[in-house]
Each structure stands twice: as C-alpha cells, then as structure tokens.
C-alpha cells in the first residue's frame, strides 16, 4: 500500500522557525516533493529531494532519510503569508505523485 | 498563456447534466494528471496520461470520463454525478524522461459544487 503521514495543524508565531515533518511508505521511490498550497489555490512546488540530505533554497529548506522513509521542511523567519497548508508528495516507481493529507500552519504575529 | 490552464474556475451542475472540465498546459509536458482535492482529504489522483495515452485509473467511478486529445489538452466529461463529488478538480502535467523528471505542475483548479 501507500501511505504518506503528515501533521494536521501547526502553528508558529510571525519570525519563527518550524519544521514540519512527514513520513511515508510508498511502492517505490523515486523523489519527494513539498508543495504550498494557499486556500482556494492550486499548490505550488516549493523543493524536491531524492538523495538523502538537506537541500536549501532560500528561507525553506528539506530533508531526506530514505532509509527512514522520512522528510522535513524546514521553514526559517516565518512571515504572516507563509499561512498555507504544505503538502508532502511521493513519486513512485509508476513515476506518480502520491500526496499526504497536508500540514496546515497558522502564522500568528 | 504560460504554465497549465484549466476551466472554467467554478462550475455548478445538476445530478444530471453532462459537462466537461478543460484543462492546457504550455509547458512542453508529456505526462497530465487529474486530481481530486476534497475537505480534510489529500489530493486523490484519478487519472494519468503519459504520451496520451492512459497509464492510470484509479478506481474511479464511470461517472468520470478522461479524454487526452493530444499532449497539451486534457479533459474531463462529468455525467450524472453526486452531491459527494463536489470538490476542487486540480490538473497537473510533468515531463518524464529517461534522464530527467520534472516536477509536477498545478493548474488553478475547477470548483465543482453538484446540487
């Protein structure tokens, strides 16, 4: 089966940092993605790993244990438009992208 | 237009209309993707095109009718639905290679309300 586990609800205050995890068991493997989605709008690619690792881009960062079966999205000096939920999604080996459920962060000031 | 188009943004229909879901993608992509995103629920892949033709179909009801045209257009004929498939109908397109895979790429989405 496929299976890809993420927290509802996180909430962090405006300059923070937060890191939201996600776990998964999928047939195969073959990269994972994080997206941000804001409500109402299509999601939008945010980083991709598929060696294990930290990837940096700007204020977000993610990583991989693929041993582990496991991610992170690291998301420093948080902004009030960071409010969105962020979605963890697999590609497996039928190169199809499987997503969790979402982790949607509240930014509060 | 850059980027994957869809309409229309909203759509409200019937139990038994027949309408269709549109959706263009201007990126040079080879792989399209519907998608279903419902309440509390992760994005539910329903259908995958790879080089027009349909490589997956996941259990979706008949109801729902993909048609992939060729490799920038997709499509979705809706008929005789029910009140639990409103929802918002995303489209995605990706390039797939032997050498190099892209990410997928969201259209804006089609909000689908039966009454």
């Known amino acids: ?109 | 237009e850059t980027g994957v188009t869809q309409t229309p943004r909203h759509l409200v229909m019937g139990m038994t209309n027949k309408k269709s879901l549109k959706c263009e993608q201007h990126l040079g992509h080879n792989a399209m993707y519907w998608y279903k995103q419902s309440a509390k629920k992760p994005l539910e892949l329903m259908f995958v095109y790879s080089l027009e033709e349909r490589v997956e179909n996941n259990s979706v009801p008949s109801r729902f009718s993909p048609e992939c045209p060729n490799s920038s257009h997709l499509f979705l004929h809706l008929h005789t639905l029910q009140p639990e498939d409103s929802a918002l109908y995303l489209c995605a397109s990706s390039q797939e290679g032997q050498f190099f895979d892209t990410e997928a790429f969201f259209g804006q989405g089609t909000r689908l309300t039966v009454v």
């Open chain 1, 1 to 109: 089966g496929q299976n890809i586990d993420q927290p509802t609800e996180m909430t962090a205050t405006e300059g923070a940092i937060v890191q939201i995890n996600c776990t998964y068991q999928t047939s195969g493997f073959n990269g994972l993605f994080w997206y941000q989605q804001h409500a109402g709008e299509a999601p939008t690619f945010l980083s991709y790993n598929v060696l294990d690792g930290l990837e940096e881009k700007g204020r977000f960062s993610s990583f991989l244990s693929r041993s582990k079966g496991y991610s992170y999205l690291l998301l420093k000096e948080l902004q009030m438009k960071d409010s969105a939920s962020y979605l963890c999604a697999v590609r497996n080996y039928g190169q199809n992208f499987v997503f969790g459920p979402g982790t949607r962060l509240s930014v509060l000031p």
